[in-house]
């Protein structure tokens, strides 16, 4: 009998439980959610007796829960028939072996527990930037009234604090919140200490525009979610520190931004606007160019202005965003990646020309592409299409 299956039966026999049996439809993570401790002893326990195999693909799942493991512990094992006692034999020899303490003796009918768990509701985890530059950074701790808090701050180095949500939950669905967090697929979040998310916060909200209000609620709260401490190593410090990037090149940094892995976070409308205006003032001209020419013009156009667009202020921030890249890559095993970003961070330090940065370049060419590409050399099509290249073309 599946689990899904055997959890309809239960519900039919358990009629008390049915209302939070049935909406979890087999899911054994959701349903350690919506049950509290004692029902979720009962039902445990009535599969042991009626459907052993259930109650083991259950008890395998719940398992790897801190409340799972507190359920498995408190069922009574007398009275149970020979393949129940068999299969929470198996479970109870398996947390045993996972270093978790399992009473020799029949657990008295309360759920038990592993130490505090409320001791245990904190932490912070930060998300990697967005193709804007913005990240998540999420904090975690204690509920006085049970339960956690969640704080979730949406940062970005160069504009600031862009938003703050406070919630509030029971700690099995903080902690399905959190587990699908770190499994996303898109930008899945990575933890840190308290003190690194405290800190980056608090660096983001003193980007934030005079005349742009802060996030509501943010003020409220802001001495336990936003503080710098002086003495904390950000995480593109500690990638900096442990990843080995002399082998790394610009070429590759700036193929792998073209590619996605990380960027392009372009520069502000109004810092980007005028570099758009230069191009279309190009393209529009009435000079008879050959195509090629007016790509390398493009090209020249996007060179001249890595240096306005990327001053003192866009380079900090360019950097500290590349070298906080190099520390998620790190953390997922892809030093490759990591030494990329440790090796463009590099080369925005100081005041050298980024004319000729591959790095630069490619992040203006991104939000740029769509005007470059409307210019597309009209030989390079003819080419495509094996004809014969023309000399002189009008742009």
């Known amino acids: 009998?599946?689990?899904?299956?055997?959890?309809?039966?239960?519900?039919?026999?358990?009629?008390?439980?049915?209302?939070?049996?049935r909406p979890a439809n087999g899911d054994p993570f959701q349903l350690l959610d919506t049950l509290d401790d004692s029902a979720a002893v009962v039902l445990l326990r009535w599969l042991l007796v009626e459907a052993p195999d259930a109650a083991a693909d259950l008890a395998e799942d719940w398992a790897?829960?801190?409340?799972?493991?507190?359920?498995?512990?408190?069922?009574?094992?007398?009275g149970l028939p020979k393949a129940g006692k068999k299969i929470l034999r198996k479970m109870r020899h398996r947390l045993r072996s996972a270093g978790i303490e399992v009473a020799e003796a029949a657990p008295a009918p309360t759920v038990a527990r592993i130490g505090s768990v409320e001791a245990r509701l904190e932490g912070a985890w930060v998300s990697p930037f967005d193709p804007m530059g913005a990240r998540f950074v999420y904090q975690l701790e204690p509920h006085p009234q049970g339960g956690a808090r969640l704080f979730e701050c949406v940062i970005d180095d160069s504009r600031g604090l862009l938003g703050f949500e406070v919630f509030?939950?029971?700690?099995?669905?903080?902690?399905?919140?959190?587990?699908?967090?770190?499994?996303?697929?898109?930008?899945?979040a990575i933890e840190v200490t308290p003190a690194v998310a405290r800190t980056l916060v608090a660096r983001a909200a003193e980007k934030s525009p005079k005349d742009r209000p802060l996030p509501k609620g943010f003020s409220e709260w802001r001495t336990r979610v936003a503080e710098v401490d002086p003495d904390v190593t950000l995480p593109g410090d500690e990638a900096a520190a442990a990843v080995d990037a002399s082998g790394a090149s610009l070429e590759d940094a700036a193929k792998r931004i073209e590619d996605g892995e990380f960027g392009p976070w372009p520069p502000d409308s109004e810092v980007l606007m005028?570099?758009?205006?230069?191009?279309?003032?190009?393209?529009?001209?009435?000079?008879?160019?050959?195509?090629?020419t007016k790509q390398e013009q493009l090209s020249a156009l996007v060179a001249e202005a890595a240096d306005e667009v990327f001053d003192a202020e866009s380079r900090a921030v360019t950097r500290h965003r590349l070298r906080e890249s190099a520390w998620t890559f790190w953390k997922r095993d892809n030093e490759a990646a990591a030494a990329a970003c440790l090796t463009a961070a590099a080369s925005f330090e100081g005041d050298a020309s980024l004319a000729e940065n591959p790095v630069a370049r490619m992040f203006l060419e991104l939000p740029l592409r769509p005007v470059l590409e409307a210019n597309e050399p009209p030989e390079a099509i003819a080419a495509a299409e094996g004809e014969e290249e023309p000399l002189i073309v009008t742009p």
């Open 274 to 292: 005028p570099l758009v205006d230069k191009l279309r003032e190009a393209t529009e001209s009435t000079v008879i160019v050959s195509g090629t």
């Open 1 to 21: 009998m599946s689990l899904a299956d055997a959890l309809e039966d239960a519900a039919s026999a358990l009629p008390a439980l049915a209302d939070e049996i």
């Open 168 to 188: 509030s939950a029971s700690r099995n669905k903080v902690r399905k919140f959190l587990r699908d967090l770190g499994q996303r697929d898109a930008f899945p």
């Open 64 to 78: 790897e829960e801190e409340e799972g493991v507190a359920v498995i512990l408190a069922v009574d094992g007398d």
